[in-house]
């Protein structure tokens, strides 16, 4: 587990296991949180599928889902994957992020 900012009030911690991980925000006993799966890799990249993001009632409107996926892209970028998106916000987020293409799998 690394910890990717070093404000706890805006900290992003980002867990992994062998078969994916998942970026969480923890704030006040509940936690939001974008999972995804490792599929292998493809052309020199890990390929991975960001499956669901999930941000409780109490925190929403609060930018919380657009920051972890955020941190999901520039995990991405360092890591070198290639995300394959399937939840409907990560999908909806690239449509909005053009930028984001040189992380999108093919």
């Known amino acids: 587990m690394t910890q990717t900012d070093a404000d706890p009030a805006t900290a992003i911690t980002h867990e992994t296991s062998p078969s994916g991980g998942r970026f969480v925000y923890r ?15 493809s052309a020199g990249a890990t390929r991975v599928i ?4 999930y941000v409780p009632h109490a925190m929403r409107g609060q930018g919380i889902a657009a920051k972890l996926t955020e941190q ?9 994957w290639s995300i394959l998106p ?9 449509k909005r992020h053009p ?8």
Do not use: K, P, Q
């Open 99 to 106: 930028e984001w293409n040189d992380v999108l799998a093919d």
């Open 50 to 53: 960001a499956d669901h993001t």
């Open 27 to 41: 704030a006040e006993g509940a936690e939001a949180e974008l999972t995804y799966a490792t599929t292998g890799a």
């Open 86 to 94: 399937r939840c409907s916000y990560v999908v909806t987020a690239f």
């Open 72 to 80: 999901l892209i520039a995990t991405a970028r360092e890591e070198h």
